[in-house]
């Protein structure tokens, strides 16, 4: 992962996205993501930082467990022909079932995508 990578992802997560300012960003403690260009781009979108402690497993956990379950239920199991193949298969299983299918147990059964909405209609309600 190089830190072009990890700017161009966050590019594409807040066109997707327009979170406002404030959003905590977290992040393991990843050259790339303590590189002075990176930072400079999340604080030009105003987010703040959050890393994890040194030697502390458990802050960077729902990521490692997102990267078990990408590896286990797709990974292992398929052979790609290309780069662009692998690539594409991974946007659809994020996109399109993980964040829209799947359910999480630590979300109450749900996928992301209706935590997220029954969220964002709960914070309007209140």
């Not at 359910?103 to 909405?117: D, K, Q, T």
Request: charged letters at 25%; glycine letters at 4%; hydrophobic letters at 35%.
């Amino acid at each position: 992962m190089t830190q072009d990578m990890t700017a161009q992802a966050l590019w594409r997560a807040v066109r997707s996205k327009r979170p406002a300012p404030g959003l905590i960003r977290h992040s393991d403690r990843g050259t790339q993501y303590c590189a002075d260009d990176y930072r400079k781009l999340a604080e030009q979108f105003g987010m703040q930082a959050s890393m994890s402690r040194k030697g502390n497993c458990y802050d960077n956990a729902p990521m490692e467990s997102f990267w078990g379950s990408l590896k286990n239920e797709m990974i292992h199991h398929q052979r790609y022909t290309t780069r662009a193949n692998a690539e594409a298969a991974i946007k659809e299983y994020i996109e399109i079932f993980y964040n829209r299918q799947r359910r999480h147990s630590r979300l109450g059964y749900v996928s992301p995508a209706i935590f997220a909405e029954n969220f964002s209609k709960a914070k309007m309600a209140a």
